[in-house]
Nanobody, 128 residues
Framework: QVQLVESGGGLVRPGGSLTLSCVASGFLFDRYAIGWFRQVPGKEREGVSCIGSADGTPHYADSVKGRFTMSRDNAKNTVYLRMNSLKPEDTAAYYC?????????????????????WGQGTQVTVSS
């Protein structure tokens, strides 16, 4: 069965760091672009970062650029999101998602409805 399983969320103080992981199974991971999205209850899901299937250059939302780093390890069927200098406004449920496309540009951040598979999410709370 297809699975995307996120982990690594938790409670952290402002200025702290967390690394999220997403382990995929049940599909050809290296043929899918991957995105990280986040959602606060009552608000639309927003794209945080994305990377193409070919291990190209990641793209980031302006709100996290310079603080977050996305990477993928196709040998482990895993993607990561390293989050530094966390702010209270980063508080959200974070989801990884997979999209079966050869496209690798920043537009991947803006088309969540086009993604094929989604994880269950992991909660990140930034609070003092």
């Amino acid at each position: 069965q297809v699975q995307l399983v996120e982990s690594g969320g938790g409670l952290v103080r402002p200025g702290g760091s967390l690394t999220l992981s997403c382990v995929a199974s049940g599909f050809l991971f290296d043929r899918y672009a991957i995105g990280w999205f986040r959602q606060v209850p009552g608000k639309e899901r927003e794209g945080v970062s994305c990377i193409g299937s070919a291990d190209g250059t990641p793209h980031y939302a302006d709100s996290v650029k310079g603080r977050f780093t996305m990477s993928r390890d196709n040998a482990k069927n895993t993607v990561y999101l390293r989050m530094n200098s966390l702010k209270p406004e980063d508080t959200a449920a974070y989801y990884c998602a997979a999209y079966g496309t050869r496209y690798s540009g920043e537009q991947l951040l803006y088309v969540p409805d086009d993604y094929d598979y989604w994880g269950q999410g992991t909660q990140v709370t930034v609070s003092s």
